[in-house]
């Protein structure tokens, strides 16, 4: 497919590669868990006041990104809001208001970057620090193949306990996308990573192809210093007004939620996304020109 991300995402014979997203701010525009706090709401799993907090911390994350101290606050917040909560009514919130709330804040960049990755024939993995719960179901819109996600302690009443299980986040990702390679048979040589913090750099380093995605200020020195490529996304657009229908066949998706020392599968189905026959991909924003990208 010709397009503005072709020479990023040239295809490449076995071994079997894959591109690793980050979620928050780098596919989509928000923090994923945190978009869902109305619905929640609504919903009756929280207070009109841990709304209202919720929503402040959006605010916080979307302003300047959020760093070590600022990920282990938003960890315990939302560790605490969410024990009792029965998981159930969690998926079905989430699986009621998913279209309304995700598929406007989808980078139209990102979603390009995908679709190339697939046409190259690379798997495409989600690694989020939000829940499962939530992520899962995003992965499935955007057409990945795994998704890896933090993970909550469920009890025998089929409610959060308030205890993580596992918590994808900083050196956890980059643990979980070696396992992935040791157990699909990715060349991560030959694989990319995209993302916007810089927690993730031990992700980014953990691959042949990192990208700097949308990057806090830590992220852009880091990126600056190592000469990675710096990326701009700043379209968002519905997944529908970019592509009429769903039109390729299902096709399994294996979704990989990590435990603690062991990534585990599940299946699912999920929609390859396609373009409109003819249509060809927008030039994107960014830092510096493609030409002045290393060729892969």
């Known amino acids: ?49 841990a709304a209202l907090r919720t929503a402040y911390t959006q605010f916080v994350f979307l302003a300047g990104g959020a760093d ?31 279209h309304d709330l995700i598929d406007p804040i989808i980078y139209d960049e990102a979603a390009s970057l995908i679709e190339e990755h697939h046409t190259a024939g690379r798997d495409v993995v989600i690694v989020s620090t939000s829940g499962a719960e939530v992520v899962e179901p995003i992965g499935e819109l955007l057409g990945a193949d795994r998704v890896v996600a933090t993970r909550m302690v469920v ?10 299980e596992y918590y ?35 992700m980014l380093e953990s691959v ?26 700043n379209r968002p657009v519905r997944l529908k007004q970019r592509l009429p229908a769903f039109s390729m066949p299902p096709r399994p998706a294996l979704v990989a939620a990590a435990a603690v020392g062991a990534a585990a599968a599940t299946a699912g189905l999920v929609w390859y996304v396609s373009r409109r026959p003819g249509q060809r991909a927008r030039r994107p924003r960014h830092d510096q020109p493609y030409e002045n990208f290393a060729q892969i």
């Open 1 to 49: 497919m010709a397009g503005a991300y072709a020479r990023l995402v040239e295809n490449h014979s076995l071994p079997r590669t894959a591109a690793f997203f980050d979620l928050d701010k780098t596919v989509i525009a928000k923090s994923s868990t945190l978009t869902f706090s109305k619905s929640f709401y609504q919903g009756g799993l929280i207070s009109r006041g």
């Open 155 to 164: 009890g025998d009443d089929g409610c959060f306990t308030g205890e993580v």
């Open 68 to 98: 070590h101290d600022q990920m282990e606050r938003m960890r315990n917040y939302l560790s605490a809001l969410c024990k009792g909560w029965n998981v159930q009514q969690v998926k079905a919130i989430v699986a009621e208001t998913l």
């Open 208 to 233: 042949g192809h990192p990208y700097a995605v949308n990057p806090d200020r830590a992220l852009r020195r880091e990126a600056l210093a190592r000469e990675w490529p710096v990326l701009v996304f």
């Open 168 to 202: 994808a986040y900083g050196p956890t990702k980059a643990e979980a996308v070696k396992e992935l390679a040791a157990s699909e048979g990715y060349d991560l040589a030959r694989c990319f990573a995209y993302s916007d913090s810089a927690t993730d750099i031990p």
